[in-house]
């Protein structure tokens, strides 16, 4: 599933003198992700919350799969298991038909997109000097 | 790949009374995973830091491997990946054949262990409101 996480920390490798011909190995990149589960499912993650992104940017499910490079199958089963996992549902598409009307984000799914990219957002916050010290026992 | 990420965070639901028997669905788990990418290769994970962890614990990477419930072929090609990927190796098995002599965490694996845990905890406690008010959206 491809990633839109706004937490990549690209932290650079120890201050060498750069060459003029691009790095052999590509630059390290710190990344988190908040998963949560219940039981054996994942009710929110990476994948999901780039999902309602894409339907609030393109207003459907059809223009948010294909955004992302997913099947519509995929997508409207990622919705299904997602809206489930909610008290109350994070899309709404009860318009048109299955594939016909447009789909929008119900303000329980931009409180989880907002929360999710925030936590995300303070967590690699709170641990820059650590990560930098990580990504320092890489090879570059 | 089994997960021994110590860095669950069981956020209770709001306070209801408890029933007597069992809830119909799991807990909502929410967990920080962290990785470390260079290109398209997971230089640093969960998997890697709960091997490297095992190792540590049991002395060699067969009982590791056993331990985490992993073909020795598998622990051996992740141990190989990640000291590829360090400036200096994570696990030193010089001693003995390939199964035959026990290994043992650098001192660079210790530094390894110990960032990652330390970065997935901070992180962790720096969002616990957020968290919290995230797990509250979901249906128990």
């Known amino acids: 599933m491809p990633s839109r996480s706004t937490s990549k920390v ?15 190995r590509a630059r390290p990149v710190a990344k988190f992700r908040l998963r949560i589960t219940t039981g054996d499912v994942i009710a929110v993650g990476p994948g999901k919350v780039a999902l309602l992104e894409a339907i609030a940017q393109t207003g459907s499910i059809t223009a948010a799969a294909k955004h992302l490079d997913m099947s519509y199958r995929r997508a409207w089963m990622l919705l299904d298991e997602l809206n ?3 008290k109350k549902p994070a899309v709404d598409s009860a318009k048109g038909g299955q594939h ?10 931009r409180q989880l997109i907002e929360l999710y990219r925030r936590i995300e957002l303070a967590a690699t916050q709170a641990c ?9 026992l890489l090879a570059r």
Do not use: C, N, Y
Not at 10 to 24: E, N, T
Not at 100 to 105: A, L, Q, R, T, V
């Open 84 to 86: 489930r996992a909610l």
């Open 100 to 109: 016909g009307g447009g789909s929008e984000i119900t303000d329980v799914g």
């Open 128 to 136: 820059q000097d650590d990560m930098s010290r990580l990504v320092k």
């Open 10 to 24: 690209a932290v650079s490798s120890v201050g060498r003198a750069q060459a003029a011909k691009p790095p052999a």
